[in-house]
């Protein structure tokens, strides 16, 4: 027999899709669409496992629903804009372009290596002007409605290299090619109005039944909204204010010092001259750290010097600068409570401060003296004047009425979200089409002058500012008045790059508009986005809220850009570390021990596949020892797509036997049933034919349920492996006309439930099988119901793991069917009746037990 070659077989079927053109789509009309989107890559110069596996998962699905007579969109293309092609070409000499093209077009190679169905026609680059063109465009109508303005905002400089650093360039504080202290420096910068989207952020959260709960409750927590009122400290001996917001005006009469942001506008105008030198010193020191302080976090201050006045009490209180104040929320200060926040009880008793409790709790009075942590239950007021007895949630209203009445403080609602600043000192990015001119000012680029073409001769050293800032792009006329006028040298987050594309897709040549409504009406929303959680609140919600904007614009016609929502989990691998020379690649160990200095190697945990951490997987090196097929099979057997994958030699290794027992088994048979129909029913069945077509019908349904439904591609594949273990049973028999149409059946259903998964084998087998048309144009099986409910099985059914009753229910019926006529038993609802149902376990075939309390 032939054996297994996948590089022969994967290189013939790559070549037939791509001179057929598979996989292009084309028209609107005749058959429901599905739109299936990966989130497209940035060319960094190689694909990692993390991408096999997102472009497997979507491929499956694309691959499924062209089967199932759906019209089907499955794009991809180049987030290529970014800060790493800019360091390229500072570390090696190459220009960002060249450096980003040489590594589109070998990724490239590779996605098509492994066999993904992409409408490459549609390929859509983010750093071309063609498309970048249309960022500009969306800026201009943004800048007319008042979603996009300027102003100054704090950027990490770096004094040493006298440059803009972006946040993932600081390390510890310090620059990551100098390594000198980074400091704040305030530049002019352009946002985007977010913001003005917050409460329909938040809204339409509740209403998108296709998204994982945890990223919907990512983007609440991102944009925070709180209910509550602001007030005003008016400072002692000053005309300055300090407003804080608070969600919890019922403490009002406990604060007892007031807290400021590092970075609070007001903090250089109130510092006392004698506090001056401390206070800058601990700005300095705590300024570039991550201030989301943990529980475990060390809360630190420093005294302004300055006081202010709680306006219920008239009490002066002292206003300290503080490390868990976040100028990103709220107002940037916060008034103190200790008796009833938790941080500020820590914060008090760290400088002795004062402990006012001012809700007991309804059992017992409090000693601020004694107390051991912070009271934050509801209870009853006390040392709160006119509100002393009442409950805590009634006084609130209260208090606030009060504040209103005497025009020191209102009702309000905040947000953590802050608006998006989009500004980049950057070169490698989209430019930004603003004009400055002496005489009009702030000048959009007018429309027709579009694309604002980012220069190709431009020095890029890591130093200054936007190195664009001194070439002849700066200098340019006023469309205005005609006069000498600078143009914008700041540059596009890449982010707004990537909060449209998906829209590209529907009509990526078109030259006129960034896409024809028509094709946005008709491909829109996108059916399925596979991505990873870590873009929950960054490029999940940018994307959301363009979409929102762009319809408020008249473009689009759709509320959200993704119905549905998969994140996949990461892919793993065990790390080996040297006590000496740290981690350890494979190459870098033998025997267990360092190749370096022979000392013995730690193996494990199993942690994200990481460079750094030298454990990542080169996809080339599994391709060509093992194929295409394989690499996809064991991404998507190995765990389900929400959990996190462990790489594993011995499952590649288990993924490639399984593949070499479907091509033997095939071709065993292939001659024999290649001339024959496969069965169609009419003829009756028994013992083992009756069992094989069973299976089969039963593999068909738990492979279209699977995938459909579940996504559980692992139990998918094991289903076809099953099927598969039971046609190796079909050795020596004889091959009468009955039993060979019942084994066409069945080895066709291998081949088509596996082709998704496993593209390139499939094909060739599915042509070896005597079939002219090829897979991608085949109709997906559908199963016979008759075929599985021809026996039933009688069940157990337990209550806490004693008998209560017995039942009837078809032969592999899945835990939903079964559950729905357990639950109608007389017997079962007199045992159940009433009590709490805390889960349920089935044993295919024997047992169902329900646990009540």
């Not at 930004?432 to 959009?444: E, L, Q, R, S």
């Amino acid at each position: 027999m032939e054996r297994y070659d996948p590089a022969a077989i994967e290189e013939k079927w790559q070549k037939i899709w791509e001179r057929d053109r598979a996989f292009s789509t084309t028209g609107k009309e005749g058959r429901e669409k599905y739109y299936i989107l990966e989130m497209f890559p940035y060319p960094s110069g190689r694909i990692h496992m993390g991408h096999v596996r997102n472009y497997s998962i979507g491929d499956v699905v694309a691959r499924f629903y062209r089967m199932k007579g759906r019209n089907v969109l499955h794009p991809m293309g180049w987030d290529s804009f970014g800060l790493p092609a800019e360091n390229a070409a500072i570390q090696h000499g190459i220009h960002p372009a060249v450096w980003t093209q040489r590594n589109i077009d070998y990724m490239r190679t590779q996605l098509r290596r492994l066999g993904f169905s992409y409408d490459w026609e549609r390929e859509v680059t983010t750093c071309t002007p063609e498309y970048y063109r249309w960022n500009q465009w969306f800026f201009l109508k943004f800048y007319e409605k008042g979603l996009a303005y300027r102003r100054r905002s704090s950027v990490n400089w770096c004094p040493t290299c006298s440059t803009v650093l972006a946040n993932e360039q600081v390390e510890d504080g310090r620059c990551w090619r100098c390594e000198a202290e980074v400091e704040q420096k305030e530049l002019d910068q352009w946002f985007l109005r977010i913001t003005r989207y917050a409460d329909e952020l938040l809204e339409s959260a509740d209403r998108m039944p296709g998204w994982p709960e945890r990223v919907l409750v990512m983007q609440r927590n991102w944009i925070g909204r709180s209910i509550g009122a602001e007030v005003d400290f008016p400072v002692v001996g000053s005309d300055d204010v300090i407003r804080i917001f608070t969600t919890r005006p019922d403490t009002l009469y406990g604060t007892t010092f007031m807290s400021l942001a590092p970075e609070h506008p007001l903090v250089e105008r109130i510092t006392t001259p004698e506090r001056a030198g401390e206070v800058r010193a601990f700005i300095k020191r705590v300024g570039l750290r991550d201030r989301a302080v943990g529980e475990d976090t060390e809360k630190e201050g420093v005294f302004t010097g300055a006081m202010c006045r709680n306006p219920l009490t008239g009490r002066e209180i002292p206003v300290f600068v503080a490390n868990f104040v976040l100028m990103e929320y709220g107002t940037g200060a916060v008034m103190a409570v200790p008796a009833h926040d938790q941080r500020d009880f820590e914060f008090a008793r760290r400088y002795g401060l004062p402990i006012t409790v001012v809700i007991n709790p309804p059992d017992r009075t409090l000693d601020p003296e004694t107390m051991e942590e912070a009271y934050v239950d509801d209870g009853v007021m006390v040392n709160s004047g006119p509100f002393d007895n009442m409950k805590n949630t009634k006084a609130m209203e209260a208090i606030v009425e009060k504040l209103e009445r005497d025009g020191t403080g209102k009702r309000s609602v905040t947000y953590r979200l802050r608006d998006w600043g989009i500004s980049r000192q950057r070169y490698w990015g989209c430019p930004i089409p603003i004009i400055y001119c002496k005489a009009c000012g702030t000048v959009p680029v007018p429309e027709e002058d579009l694309p604002v073409i980012l220069p190709g001769d431009v020095e890029l050293t890591g130093k200054g500012l936007s190195p664009l800032a001194d070439t002849s792009f700066a200098r340019t006329n006023c469309p205005s008045c005609g006069g000498d006028a600078r143009r914008e040298t700041d540059t596009m987050d890449t982010f707004v790059d990537s909060s449209w594309y998906f829209l590209r897709y529907t009509s990526p040549g078109l030259k006129d508009a960034p896409f024809d409504r028509d094709d946005v009406s008709f491909w829109m929303p996108v059916d399925r986005y596979i991505g990873g959680i870590e873009h929950a609140v960054l490029h999940l919600l940018y994307a959301r809220f363009f979409t929102k904007a762009l319809r408020d614009l008249g473009l689009v016609d759709v509320d959200e850009p993704f119905e549905n929502l998969l994140t996949q989990g990461m892919v793993c691998k065990e790390i080996m570390k040297c006590p000496e020379h740290g981690h350890l690649s494979p190459k870098e160990v033998e025997d267990g021990r360092c190749t370096h200095c022979g000392r013995e190697v730690e193996v494990g945990p199993v942690e994200k596949m990481s460079k750094s951490k030298k454990n990542t997987v080169d996809p080339d090196s599994i391709i060509a020892a093992y194929g295409a097929d394989t690499t996809r099979v064991f991404t998507l057997f190995a765990a389900p797509p929400e959990r996190d994958l462990d790489w594993s030699e011995e499952g590649v290794e288990g993924s490639f036997r399984f593949l070499g027992r479907v091509w033997r088994l095939v071709n065993e048979h292939a001659e024999a049933v290649r001339g024959s129909a496969a069965y169609a029913g009419g003829r009756p069945l028994d013992g083992y034919l009756k069992d094989v077509h069973r299976t089969t019908h039963m593999t068909i349904r738990k492979v279209t349920q699977d995938i459909e439904e579940r996504f559980h591609f692992n139990t998918a594949i094991s289903a076809i492996m099953e099927l598969v273990n039971r046609l190796y049973q079909w050795e020596g028999r004889k091959k009468d006309a009955l039993e060979i149409e019942v084994l066409k059946e069945a080895l066709e259903a291998v081949v088509l439930l596996l082709s998704p998964f496993a593209p390139h084998i499939t094909e060739e087998l599915w042509q070896r099988l005597g079939n002219d048309t090829p897979l991608y144009r085949t109709q997906w099986p559908s199963f016979d119901p008759s075929a599985i409910a021809t026996e039933e099985v009688t069940l157990v059914v337990q209550v806490n793991g004693k008998v209560r009753s017995r039942v009837r229910v078809p032969a592999g019926a899945e835990k939903d069917a079964v559950e729905a006529v357990v639950m109608k038993d007389d017997k079962v609802i007199q045992w159940i009746d009433g009590r709490n149902i805390r889960k349920t376990v089935y044993i295919p075939g024997r047992i169902f037990n329900i646990v009540v309390a």
